[in-house]
């Protein structure tokens, strides 16, 4: 069928320059992985929530699917179209303008493309803090980190980017706008809506601008490398690092030795904080008013003396800051290892990661006893990013295919059975689709399949992604 009529239609909603066709979308059409593929007929780049309107209404009229295109720095597909349908990507790359910051009311107003780190430096410029910070804060946008429901390593103090977000401003599917940017911290006049679309990966619409939490900005920030005697007690020293810093720990990141000495040969630049070689390290962040090296001194001091760590370096200046996070940021395995990749954005209660950690690896090696089971992320809040790389063979080998299957669920099942999540901030989108169902009741599902039906009953936005409405209401398209 051909579908001149609407993308001519679109190309006079939006003129030449918000317009991406031919060879030039392919790079939208796929994930920053590589993992996920898609066809396009079009990308659309509106400047204003009117034009994104019109390109819904034009959408909605001809029947085509809607794929909402934030930084595209997402690891489970969400961003990509998927099967067989006629889709048009909306990108909101465009719309990057921040619209005010608002130091007295703590907020910032922001369209739904502008990047992370244009936020932080706003809010630093008016002596205020931004929470939302992970490591693609260089080109992750507002809205896409809204779609998710994002994470990231200050999670232990702020929370996820639910609880970062006063209001919302949105296109409903029907091409409508809702104008939701109020910047109340209470409001108890009835549904809170903006609830719907934080983590909706764009299936019930298309968040345009928000409304943003500042913070006040610490005038003292230090962070610690630091080398960990065994994993058994990672929790002690948790529990240390909260009693001497209170409120004042803002992250609490756990580093596995084995990509830490990859990343530390793959990139140069970088450099040990301490010399002291560990299967596991802890980065430890204090903030506050006040100093913080004494409190530093303190734990570590406590932790020495009760044996929870061999060594640590407290980073005395910018530079040692910054190599301390971009350490952070390049031990993701996915950067270092070459192999297929299984992942896992797990999220357990935080009592509980130790032994789940050693009952993943157990499990795993049972299968197969040369399997490794790598694992990074943000002890504070309980959720761990975790992989396995497989290897002696290819995808497309049915043995091999076999076999990735059955390690997917079991650790799957595994998490599960700690009352945990096999999504905790990246999303569900292609790569968890069918996984999920495994997590919820379908109770849950139904609810979730009553309200994308009632906002989208033509289903035409994001399809093939989270999960398959029809199958926990066959009824709704009767």
Same mark, same amino acid.
């Given at each position: 069928m051909s579908h001149?009529?609407?993308?001519?239609?679109?190309?006079?909603?939006?003129?030449?320059?918000?317009? =991406?066709?031919?060879?030039?979308?392919?790079?939208f059409a796929q994930d920053i992985r590589g993992a996920y593929k898609g066809e396009a007929l079009i990308v659309a780049r509106p400047q204003s929530t009117e034009e994104v309107a019109a390109v819904v209404r034009i959408c909605a009229k001809h029947g085509l699917k809607i794929v909402s295109q934030g930084g595209n720095t997402g690891l489970c597909g969400g961003a990509v179209p998927r099967g067989g349908a006629p889709s048009v990507i909306l990108s909101l790359a465009r719309m990057n303008k921040i619209l005010s910051v608002d130091p007295d009311r703590y907020t910032v107003t922001a369209e739904a493309g502008v990047i992370l780190q244009s936020i932080h430096d706003a809010a630093a410029d008016v002596n205020r803090a931004f929470s939302m910070d992970w490591g693609a804060r260089g080109s992750a946008t507002?809205?896409?980190?809204?779609?998710?429901?994002?994470?990231?390593?200050?999670?232990?103090? +702020?929370?996820?980017?639910?609880?970062?977000?006063?209001?919302?401003?949105?296109?409903?599917?029907?091409?409508?706008?809702?104008?939701?940017?109020?910047?109340?911290?209470?409001?108890?006049?009835?549904?809170?809506?903006? %609830?719907?679309?934080?983590?909706?990966?764009?299936?019930?619409?298309? =968040?345009?601008?928000?409304?943003?939490?500042? %913070?006040?900005?610490?005038?003292?920030?230090?962070? #610690?490398?630091?080398? !960990?005697?065994?994993?058994?007690?990672?929790?002690?020293?948790?529990?240390?690092?909260?009693? =001497?810093?209170?409120?004042?720990?803002?992250?609490?990141?756990?580093?596995?030795?084995?990509?830490?000495?990859?990343?530390?040969?793959?990139?140069?630049?970088?450099?040990r904080p301490v010399q002291t070689k560990a299967e596991w390290y802890v980065i430890v962040r204090f903030s506050g008013q006040q100093p913080v090296s004494d409190k530093f001194e303190t734990f570590f001091e406590q932790a020495m003396e009760a044996g929870l760590l061999t060594d640590g370096?407290?980073?005395?200046?910018?530079?040692?800051?910054?190599?301390?996070?971009?350490?952070?940021? *390049?031990?993701?395995?996915?950067?270092? #290892?070459?192999?297929?990749?299984?992942?896992?954005?797990?999220?357990?209660?935080?009592?509980?990661?130790?032994?789940?950690?050693?009952?993943?690896?157990?499990?795993?090696?049972?299968?197969?006893?040369?399997?490794?089971?790598?694992?990074?992320?943000?002890?504070?809040?309980?959720?761990? %990013?975790?992989?396995? +790389?497989?290897?002696?063979?290819?995808?497309?080998?049915?043995? +091999?295919?076999?076999?990735?299957?059955?390690? !997917?669920? *079991?650790?799957?099942?595994?998490?599960?059975?700690?009352?945990?999540?096999?999504?905790?901030?990246?999303?569900?989108? =292609?790569?968890?689709?069918?996984?999920v169902n495994g997590q919820k009741d379908p109770i849950e599902f139904e609810m979730m399949a009553g309200i994308r039906r009632l906002f989208d009953p033509q289903g035409l936005f994001n399809p093939g992604k989270m999960f398959d409405p029809e199958r926990y209401l066959p009824h709704a398209a009767e």
């Open positions: 001149e009529t609407a993308l001519a239609e679109i190309r006079a909603a939006l003129g030449g320059k918000g317009l =991406v066709e031919g060879e030039d979308l392919a790079p507002v809205g896409g980190g809204i779609s998710t429901n994002a994470g990231g390593i200050n999670v232990l103090r +702020f929370g996820n980017t639910r609880d970062q977000v006063l209001g919302i401003e949105a296109v409903l599917p029907d091409g409508r706008i809702w104008n939701g940017l109020r910047a109340l911290r209470k409001d108890s006049s009835g549904y809170d809506l903006k %609830h719907l679309f934080i983590g909706a990966e764009g299936t019930l619409g298309v =968040v345009t601008k928000a409304v943003l939490k500042l %913070h006040p900005r610490p005038a003292y920030e230090q962070s #610690m490398w630091a080398s !960990v005697t065994e994993l058994d007690r990672l929790m002690e020293l948790f529990v240390l690092a909260r009693s =001497v810093a209170s409120e004042g720990l803002t992250a609490f990141e756990l580093v596995p030795g084995y990509t830490y000495e990859k990343a530390l040969a793959q990139y140069p630049v970088l450099t370096a407290l980073a005395q200046n910018v530079a040692q800051e910054n190599n301390i996070w971009n350490l952070r940021d *390049e031990i993701p395995p996915l950067k270092l #290892m070459k192999s297929k990749m299984l992942k896992w954005d797990a999220s357990v209660p935080i009592d509980r990661i130790v032994p789940f950690l050693g009952e993943a690896q157990r499990r795993a090696t049972a299968i197969r006893d040369d399997l490794r089971v790598i694992a990074f992320g943000h002890v504070g809040d309980g959720n761990l %990013h975790m992989s396995i +790389f497989p290897e002696g063979g290819q995808p497309g080998d049915a043995a +091999f295919d076999a076999l990735c299957k059955r390690i !997917v669920s *079991e650790i799957d099942q595994l998490i599960w059975s700690y009352g945990g999540s096999i999504c905790a901030e990246h999303g569900v989108g =292609v790569e968890n689709y069918e996984r």
